[in-house]
């Protein structure tokens, strides 16, 4: 909702920190206003990333004219720090398409390396679809990446995610056992957020993803929250990417057979799958050591 600003009289300013501040407008006080304005709203660098909001320089407010409006990065601050746990890591940020190395997925000139690589090459297509597609498309088709451990699917789903937010969109990158464990915290007395709320966030953010939806220990209360979010998410169709290492007969092991139907319905999948795990490959890479041959 927009804050229209007199042109004389009183007026409240609310800063970026939710603290209101009274400036006089009236006509002689006015260039002394312009300074307190001024003053209260300078541009604050964020300490995390180092960077400042272009549309706002993070004061929460953007200005035209004699009217003031909320900034949309407040609502990505909200999300954010609604969630202890939902910023991107350090290793993470680093995920781009262009990094995506397909040498990973054929190590040997076997049929099922080229079927790796084959496979490979549709999830990355599909991974940068998804990002041009989303752009202007509000109810794309989710990504649903399976795979063994270590076989690029959350870097691709990264890479997903740095590209979007690079281009000013919402969204919510949650790792499952996070995303329970914070919810299980709303119990506690601290915290400062119901379960309601954080559910509220995942299901509605415009573009969500969940890494590592494993065969974690689920209880009734697990399963029945995560399929709360994604049956809210499919009836909206609000674009939903999700990495798993479990098949389908696993996920409707572990999850049920609702929550399998609405991946099914919501989501294109593609399976991942390297030779060996990429992250050995690195780690063998980095040490000149030779992989083991079999």
């Given amino acids: ?42 541009p604050e660098m964020n300490t995390e990333s180092g960077a ?29 720090n609604s969630f202890k746990y939902a910023r991107l890591s350090r290793e ?25 690589y084959l496979n490979a090459q549709k999830a990355l297509r599909a991974a940068r679809e998804f990002v041009k597609n989303v752009r202007t498309n509000p109810h794309e088709v989710g990504l649903l990446f399976t795979g063994s451990v270590g ?3 959350t870097f ?33 007395n601290k915290s400062e957020n119901t379960e309601y709320d954080l559910l509220d966030i995942a299901r509605t953010v415009p573009i969500l993803i969940l890494d590592d939806l494993g065969a974690h220990n689920y209880t009734e209360w697990s399963r ?4 709360s979010i994604l049956n809210y998410r499919m009836n909206e169709q609000l674009p ?22 609405r991946l099914l319905q919501m989501c294109r999948i593609f399976r991942l799958s390297a030779p060996q795990d990429i992250r050995m490959q690195n ?3 980095r040490e000149g050591l030779k992989k083991d041959k079999k």
């Fill in 156 to 188: 691709l789903a990264a890479s997903i995610a740095n590209e979007i937010l690079e281009n000013n969109h919402k969204l919510l990158f949650l790792i499952v056992p996070d995303l329970l464990d914070e919810l299980r915290a709303t119990f506690s």
């Fill in 240 to 261: 939903t990417v999700i990495t798993t290492n479990l098949d389908f007969d696993e996920i409707d092991h572990y999850l049920g057979e609702r929550t399998c139907s």
């Fill in 52 to 80: 400042v909001c272009p549309l706002c320089g993070d004061r929460g407010i953007v200005l035209n004219g004699d009217t003031a409006a909320p900034c949309s990065c407040m609502e990505k601050k909200r999300i954010e």
């Fill in 224 to 227: 029945n929250r995560i399929y």
């Fill in 1 to 42: 909702m927009e804050r229209v600003l007199p042109n004389q009289g009183n007026a409240n300013i609310e800063d970026r920190t939710g603290i209101q501040t009274t400036t006089d407008l009236n006509p002689v006080n006015q260039q002394k206003t312009e300074s307190k304005v001024q003053l209260n709203i300078q």
């Fill in 151 to 153: 076989s690029g699917k």
């Fill in 92 to 116: 993470l940020m680093n995920c781009r398409f262009e990094k995506f190395s397909l040498e990973y997925y054929r190590n040997a000139n076997t049929q099922q390396d080229q079927e790796d």
């Fill in 283 to 285: 780690y063998l890479k």
